[in-house]
């Protein structure tokens, strides 16, 4: 079993910025699709960004141009800079990775609340 932590989530204000990183256990992101998402209260969980093996990245049209996931193999941890926080952006922030061919795969982490709030 291999674990995800993420961390880096807190309360910031409107047109701050966040830096949430997640660390696996074992070094799995290079084999990976290793995705943010987020739940707000009342709301479904959603992809915010999305990274691919091959270092392609997807973003919801949400967060374009303002959040940039990136990844570092040898660290086996993946970063999600967030810029020019919006208090819709609130929610609890989860990494996860995932692998649909053998070995398959699929981690989650445990969430990191992020806040933003004047």
């Known amino acids: 079993q291999v674990q995800l932590v993420e961390s880096g989530g807190g309360l910031v204000q409107p047109g701050g910025s966040l830096r949430l990183s997640c660390a696996a256990s074992r070094s799995i992101f290079s084999i990976a699709a290793v995705g943010w998402y987020r739940q707000a209260p009342g709301k479904q969980r959603e992809l915010v960004a999305l990274i691919l093996s091959g270092d392609s990245t997807n973003y919801a049209d949400s967060v374009k141009g303002r959040f940039t996931i990136s990844r570092d193999n040898a660290k086996n941890t993946v970063h999600l800079q967030m810029n020019s926080l919006k208090p819709e952006d609130t929610a609890v922030y989860y990494c996860?990775?995932?692998?649909?061919?053998?070995?398959?795969?699929?981690?989650w982490g445990q969430g990191t609340q992020v806040t933003v709030s004047s």
């Open positions: 996860n990775a995932r692998r649909q061919v053998i070995p398959k795969f699929d981690y």
